[in-house]
């Protein structure tokens, strides 16, 4: 079984200033995980994904997050926030099933407002 | 473009009825995959299908019924033994390695 915390559903910060949500996760294999965003009433658009490769994982619009298995976290950040971050994010973590498809498994979401 | 058009945007139900929300992509993905959104609680798999005519269960199944008679389709009815439709709904597929595309989603309200 797998699941994924998120321990914000709201953080605030100010336009200029670091964005940090908090992501950990539980996985019997080693996972993949991800981060998308969704703002209002649209779908949902990947950030960045770490898939056993770089434990640093660069994603877009200056997103980044660091894999640290001995914590089992999977941290978003961004040095300097943007109005338009404002968003909601979801952690996610990725499990095989069979054949091709892989199930998601999603965090309960962090409510990101930036002020300005 | 490829990507995944979910129609309609926005779809009202009356009590009783059943909706089928369309879900159709270009993007020659093999797996597709339904799930719904409610507030603070993320994303939960309705179903999801690997190739045609062949759909799994997911976690909260019950009162919807699926369909993937083409590749490129896969439409989600929720039928009236749904007891709490109203919801935000997201299809999406995959590719291998990990590939996931999400549509825009359908708002079902229920009246």
């Known amino acids: 079984a797998q699941s994924v915390t998120q321990l914000d559903s709201h953080v605030s910060v100010s336009e200029g200033t670091p964005v940090l949500l908090r992501c950990n996760y539980s996985?019997?294999?080693?996972?993949?995980l991800f981060w998308y965003v969704q703002h209002p009433n649209k779908g949902l658009q990947l950030l960045l994904k770490?898939?056993?490769?770089?434990?640093l994982v660069k994603g877009i619009n200056g997103f980044e997050a660091e894999f640290k298995k001995s914590e089992t976290s999977f941290h978003l950040t961004k040095p300097s926030a943007h109005m338009s971050d404002a968003a909601e994010y979801f952690c996610?973590?990725?499990?095989?099933?069979?054949?091709?498809?892989?199930?998601?498994?999603f965090g309960p979401g962090t409510q990101l407002t930036v002020l300005p | 473009d490829g990507g995944i058009t979910q129609s309609p945007k926005y779809l009202f139900r009356k009590e009783g009825q059943n909706v089928t929300l369309s879900c159709e992509q270009n993007?020659?993905?093999?797996?597709m995959y339904w799930y719904r959104q409610d507030p603070g609680q993320g994303l939960r798999l309705i179903y999801y299908?690997?190739?045609?005519?062949?759909?799994q269960k997911g976690d909260i199944a019950e009162g919807y019924s699926v369909s993937r008679e083409k590749k490129e389709s896969f439409p989600l009815t929720v039928t009236s033994a749904q007891k709490n439709p109203t919801a935000f709904y997201l299809c999406?597929?995959?590719?291998?390695?990990?590939?996931?595309?999400f549509g825009s989603g359908t708002r079902l309200t229920v009246v």
């Open positions: 999406a597929s995959s590719a291998p390695p990990y590939g996931y595309t």
């Open positions: 996985s019997s294999y080693s996972p993949s």
């Open positions: 770490y898939t056993s490769a770089a434990t």
């Open positions: 996610v973590v990725s499990r095989k099933t069979s054949g091709s498809a892989r199930q998601l498994t």
């Open positions: 993007l020659n993905h093999d797996a």
């Open positions: 299908s690997q190739i045609v005519n062949d759909f």
